[in-house]
């Protein structure tokens, strides 16, 4: 069974520039997640879906992070207009949702740099 | 609200020694989550270590082990006698039974010197 899917793996912008991020969820998970991963913050949530609803829209992240999810095996994560501080990688995770032994699964992530 | 504290930073260890990375969780709306430790190798994506969802049990892989302990509110990740190869970020997490996101710590880096 295939794992969470990310593209691209990499992906250079220049500052101003509008960029889209891709995952693909584990098939038949309810949950979706966008994080973005920095040394300095670790783990940022940007939106949290559960069965292709919104549920969190990352507050601080709303006015430049959109993320849809189209149906339930696509979402996307657009930043509109990227900043240089935007650089860091961004990682979809998906899991079963609810119950008691609802881990992540986490894709492998977008690197972003913002020049 | 509801928040997770680990070791912060980068914890240097030799190889062959012990390990011990705390993680402290808040219980303010959920009594008892679940805990999870995820681990990022080098060139790797997160992934699970290990999870508990019961006060009072242990967990362990990989020669980890973490008690999740409802008196203190803890679950920290331990192991004996670390590896070159356990050079990794940990992350601490905690999830409330249902429908909840989890809250994840800032995450550990973990250096072992051969």
């Known amino acids: 069974d295939a794992g969470v899917t990310q593209t691209p793996r990499h992906e250079v912008a220049e500052k101003g520039q509008t960029i889209i991020l891709k995952c693909e969820p584990v098939s038949g998970h309810n949950d979706l997640f966008w994080y973005r991963q920095t040394k300095i913050q670790g783990l940022e949530l940007l939106s949290y879906?559960?069965?292709?609803?919104?549920?969190?829209d990352g507050g601080a992240f709303k006015d430049r992070f959109k993320a849809e999810m189209l149906n339930s095996s696509f979402s996307t994560l657009k930043i509109q207009p990227t900043e240089p501080k935007d650089s860091a990688v961004y990682l979809c995770a998906s899991s079963l949702g609810g119950g008691n032994y609802a881990e992540q699964f986490f894709g492998p992530g977008t690197r972003l740099t913002v020049l | 609200g509801d928040s997770v504290t680990q070791t912060e930073g980068q914890v240097t260890v030799s190889e062959s020694k012990s390990l011990i990375i705390n993680c402290t969780y808040s219980a303010t709306s959920i009594a008892y989550p679940n805990l999870f430790w995820y681990v990022r190798y080098p060139g790797e994506g997160l992934q699970l270590l290990l999870k508990v969802i019961t006060a009072g049990q242990k967990g362990s892989s990989r020669g980890f082990e973490a008690t999740y302990n409802k008196e203190t509110t803890s679950f920290h990740l331990q192991k004996a006698s670390v590896q070159e190869s356990d050079s990794a970020v940990y992350y601490c997490?905690?999830?409330?039974?249902?429908?909840?996101?989890?809250?994840f710590g800032k995450g550990t880096s973990l250096v072992v010197h051969p």
């Open positions: 997490a905690r999830k409330g039974r249902g429908n909840y996101k989890p809250t």
């Open positions: 879906f559960r069965s292709k609803s919104l549920m969190e």
